[in-house]
């Protein structure tokens, strides 16, 4: 016998926490009554890529010609969270009109519907994507345009119920005309918020999607994943990817641009051949190289709506820790307050990023910022989703 040799137990998890608790010794789900609902960790959401989150330095990189001064350089720590591969697509919000037809009333399906007249103008002849560059299957996946911040939130609001409710199983796919549809009614709706309030937990709970912070957007885009990469000397990336050229520098791609965007004046598409960039409007969604995180269009084709509100010159007012500005999170008196930076904007305009395929390079910068009423769409203006990353790794 070896004396002072003693096998160590499993230490609990939330996955497996044991068939009793390791501060009283009673029994889970037993005669204490205390009840564990099963949990296999957060469940792995449709189009999603995960984002590992960290420190970095945050802000405009290159010269700022507008004077702005409205996102100064700062170092922040961003959580790790979920972000969706793609622009959302066509195909996609035609999807939820159809779920909305279904359950809601005509207004709340006009209301939701994408505003194509954003597509003309007086001085060009845009006709065309007026009336198909939505609803044409040649656009299923190109990213949808027309839509106001305050309908991507609704948006949001319905992904997050259709997607708990497929992995509760209170709904199934069945499929129309080759592609899956899910429809649900009003009384299995009721039904999983009335389940969600009496346990604990279900093991096909997740988060809900929503839109990301400008800060979670900016770290996503510049996808700086390398810890050598991320020594303060070293990231300062100007675009999505490595170097500072707008041109693909390697094998077979070399020479091709790495986004859609406006080269200069009236030119939206470059000369036919290879160094076209393929697009004089939008582009397919998985179009151009992924950056390191695996996201497509991080830099051009269409601008994205984040969730924060446009209040400019407050970066050093607010928690260098998951920051966000949004009501309540940089208030003050005097000189510091809040209405101070409204000035004509008004409290309700909302931060869009990315550069578009009406922008020049300029805007492709991670860095840069924009801004635009939540009530009001344009034809350069999508968005993507996000979800927040709960709990450790498995623990």
């Not at 702005?68 to 959302?88: C, G, H, K, L, P």
């Amino acid at each position: 016998m070896i004396e002072g040799c003693m096998f160590k137990k499993k230490d609990p998890t939330s996955t497996d926490p044991g068939d009793a608790s390791s501060t009283t010794a009673a029994k889970y789900n037993g005669g204490s009554g205390f009840e564990l609902a099963e949990f296999k960790g957060q469940p792995i959401c449709p189009g999603l890529v995960y984002i590992e989150g960290g420190k970095t330095t945050l802000g405009a990189i290159k010269e700022d010609f507008l004077y702005a001064m409205d996102n100064i350089e700062r170092s922040v720590t961003v959580q790790s969270f979920y972000m969706d591969e793609t622009e959302v697509a066509n195909i996609h919000w035609l999807e939820y009109l159809f779920h909305v037809k279904q359950d809601s009333s005509e207004e709340s399906y006009i209301a939701a519907l994408p505003d194509t007249l954003v597509w003309s103008s007086a001085l060009s002849f845009n006709d065309a994507y007026v009336d198909y560059y939505f609803r044409y299957a040649g656009f299923r996946f190109y990213p949808v345009v027309g839509v106001t911040w305050k309908q991507v939130v609704s948006f949001c609001e319905w992904r997050t119920t259709t997607v708990q409710m497929m992995l509760s199983g209170d709904i199934q796919p069945h499929y129309r005309g080759g592609g899956p549809t899910f429809t649900y009614g009003d009384t299995i709706k009721n039904k999983y918020k009335d389940s969600i309030k009496k346990k604990e937990t279900k093991k096909s709970d997740s988060p809900p999607y929503r839109l990301p912070t400008e800060d979670e957007w900016e770290f996503a885009a510049l996808a700086i994943i390398d810890v050598w990469t991320r020594d303060e000397q070293t990231q300062k990336r100007i675009y999505p990817w490595d170097g500072h050229s707008l041109r693909n520098p390697y094998n077979k791609k070399c020479g091709t641009f790495l986004a859609n965007f406006k080269r200069g004046r009236g030119d939206y598409a470059g000369i036919a051949g290879k160094l076209n960039d393929g697009a004089l409007i939008t582009d397919y969604v998985y179009a151009y190289p992924p950056n390191d995180f695996g996201l497509y269009n991080m830099a051009g084709n269409v601008n994205e709506w984040v969730y924060d509100k446009y209040k400019p010159r407050l970066q050093d007012k607010f928690l260098a820790s998951d920051p966000s500005l949004e009501e309540g999170t940089a208030t003050g008196s005097g000189e510091n307050s809040e209405e101070e930076y409204y000035t004509l904007l008004g409290p309700n305009v909302r931060v869009y990023k990315g550069g578009s395929w009406k922008d020049i390079a300029y805007w492709l910068s991670p860095g840069t910022r924009r801004y635009l009423e939540e009530d009001s769409s344009t034809a350069t203006i999508g968005f993507r989703c996000a979800m927040d990353k709960l709990g450790g790794k498995g623990k």
